[in-house]
């Protein structure tokens, strides 16, 4: 089993920056993806971006191209979401997650019930 925990939430002013940060622990060496994903009130989970674990590949939701990076330190088993250019769009708990088995399929990386565990969130709100 994998254990996930962000932290890095908090409030900010629109225009402004936040870095989130998910740690993992537990049966790591079967990660081969993890992402990012964020639910709104009234709002579906949608996908934010993600990482291939070893090779770095990377994918972004078109929402947050260009604004958001996502990194991870392998050493230390954690990844993050660089966010920059927040808007009051942004505002969501986030919530990161791994992926232990291949996937195929257009889009199955980017798929809510494609990931294995989910940590618990952290709270994002940026005032307009």
Same mark, same amino acid.
């Given at each position: 089993?994998?254990? /996930?925990?962000?932290?890095?939430?908090?409030?900010? @002013?629109?225009?402004?920056? +936040?870095? /989130?940060?998910?740690?993992?622990?537990?049966?790591?060496?079967?990660?081969?993806?993890? !992402?990012?994903?964020? @639910?709104?009130?009234?709002?579906? #989970?949608?996908?934010?971006? #993600?990482?291939?674990?070893? !090779?770095?590949?990377? #994918?972004?939701?078109?929402?947050?191209?260009?604004?958001?990076?996502?990194? #991870?330190?392998?050493?230390?088993?954690?990844?993050? +979401?660089?966010?920059?250019? /927040?808007?009051?769009?942004?505002?969501?708990?986030?919530?990161?997650?791994? /992926?232990?088995?291949?996937?195929?399929?257009?889009?199955?990386?980017?798929?809510? !019930?494609?990931?294995?565990?989910?940590?618990?969130?952290?709270?994002?709100?940026?005032?307009?």
């Amino acid at each position: 089993q994998v254990q /996930l925990v962000e932290s890095g939430g908090g409030f900010v @002013q629109a225009g402004g920056s +936040l870095r /989130l940060s998910c740690a993992a622990s537990g049966r790591t060496f079967s990660t081969y993806n993890m !992402g990012w994903f964020r @639910q709104a009130p009234g709002k579906e #989970r949608e996908f934010v971006a #993600r990482i291939h674990w070893t !090779g770095g590949t990377t #994918r972004y939701a078109d929402s947050v191209k260009g604004r958001f990076t996502i990194s #991870r330190d392998s050493s230390k088993n954690t990844m993050y +979401l660089q966010m920059n250019s /927040l808007n009051a769009e942004d505002t969501a708990v986030y919530s990161c997650a791994a /992926l232990t088995n291949y996937c195929s399929g257009y889009g199955c990386y980017e798929a809510v !019930g494609s990931y294995d565990y989910w940590g618990q969130g952290t709270q994002v709100t940026v005032s307009s």
